[in-house]
């Protein structure tokens, strides 16, 4: 399958905590997309890492993509009870064909 | 293993004309999604099934309908189809209840 695997499937943390999710993938892709799904239902864009970038920042987010390994890595850093919620990775190859993960079910207590 | 499969991959349709989008989801999962992804855009949530009946809603058009049949996969009609409905629409499934969402690859519909 060429569809991404994430770690854990889900992780709980305290309010303040930093949440760190992993996404691990086969092939060669052009980049790499998370996403955020609340409440089962639509998806929001969070960020995108080009396959020559190997970090990349969004607020408290930060992402990291190392295509030796073929992984990446999404922190969440001071994590809010607002941040609950199911996490994507998805990898598009140069045929801007979109392979998701099963996602990271992330719950922040406050 | 099984993954979620959407045929067919790419579709190209004419103004008004109507298409169908399949979508088998992995074995034993009971719950369906669909959404439709336009060029730059966030994947928007069309709509979802739980055993066979629907269990949510979101931005369907009216004139798309949808459903899950008995072997659990589900279709997705699209009727007098627009230049706007191009897009790339996912479907995906679960388990009920479960963590881990799987996709399927997609079918990339282009209205012409």
């Known amino acids: 399958s060429q569809q991404g695997e994430e770690d854990p499937q889900a992780l709980s943390i305290q309010e303040g905590e930093n949440a760190t999710m992993n996404c691990s993938y086969k092939t060669s892709i052009n980049n790499l997309q998370w996403y955020r799904q609340n409440s089962g239902r639509g998806l929001v864009h969070l960020i995108l890492i080009r396959s020559n970038e190997r970090e990349k920042h969004s607020g408290r987010l930060r992402v990291t993509l190392d295509t030796s390994k073929k992984s990446s890595s999404l922190l969440i850093t001071a994590s809010r009870a607002a941040d609950t919620a199911s996490y994507f990775c998805a990898t598009v190859n140069t045929g801007n064909q979109f392979y998701f993960g099963t996602g990271t079910s992330l719950t922040v207590i406050p | ?112």
Not at chain 2, 1 to 6: E, L, R
Not at chain 2, 29 to 47: A, N, S
């Open chain 2, 1 to 112: 293993a099984a993954g979620v499969i959407q045929s067919p991959r790419h579709l190209i349709k004419e103004k008004r004309e109507t298409a169908t989008l399949k979508c088998y989801p992995i074995p034993r999962h009971d719950t369906v999604y669909w959404y439709q992804q336009g060029p730059g855009q966030d994947p928007q949530f069309l709509i979802s099934f739980y055993e066979k009946m629907q269990s949510d809603k979101g931005s369907i058009p009216d004139r798309f309908s949808a459903q899950q049949f008995s072997d659990y996969h589900s279709e997705l009609n699209m009727s007098s189809l627009e230049l706007g409905d191009s897009a790339l629409y996912f479907c995906a499934s679960r388990i009920y209840g479960t963590a881990g969402l799987f996709f399927g690859s997609g079918t990339q519909l282009s209205v012409l």
